[in-house]
């Protein structure tokens, strides 16, 4: 299974930038706990991810993936917290084509252990409509 979510990612990463990069991470970072549960085999299976994906900051791939960590438990805690994280996300996406990339990777991504549930599946809606611009109320 990690194979086969590296093969994903990397077929995107390749034309994005480090920026881009770690807003992709923190997308699937944000889907990961939009169920409300966050399993370590979920860290290492990112962690693993980000390892793979041509990490180019002056972090180590394993200090952002703490720091983003931290930051995407404080968004999921608030629909408004989820929601402003989504729009810096969006911001860091820097063209449709790269966001409508992510966005594909996210549903990818939360299917890789069957189908999303009814929570990770809110998500995703939110997630489409942030990163293509629209106002969520």
Do not use: C
Request: proline share 1%; aromatic share 6%.
């Amino acid at each position: 299974m990690a194979g086969l979510l590296s093969y994903l990612l990397l077929q995107t990463i390749q034309n994005m930038n480090q920026k881009q990069r770690e807003a992709l991470v923190d997308l699937l970072l944000l889907g990961m706990f939009a169920d409300g549960s966050l399993k370590v085999s979920d860290d290492q299976k990112l962690l693993s991810v980000i390892e793979e994906i041509g990490w180019e900051s002056y972090q180590t791939p394993d200090l952002y993936f703490q720091s983003a960590i931290a930051k995407a438990r404080d968004a999921a805690d608030t629909e408004a917290g989820t929601l402003a994280r989504l729009k810096k996300i969006h911001d860091s996406l820097a063209s449709d084509e790269i966001r409508q990339q992510a966005i594909e990777r996210l549903e990818k991504f939360l299917r890789l252990d069957g189908e999303p549930g009814v929570e990770e599946s809110k998500f995703l809606e939110l997630a489409k409509a942030s990163l293509h611009g629209q106002h969520v109320a």
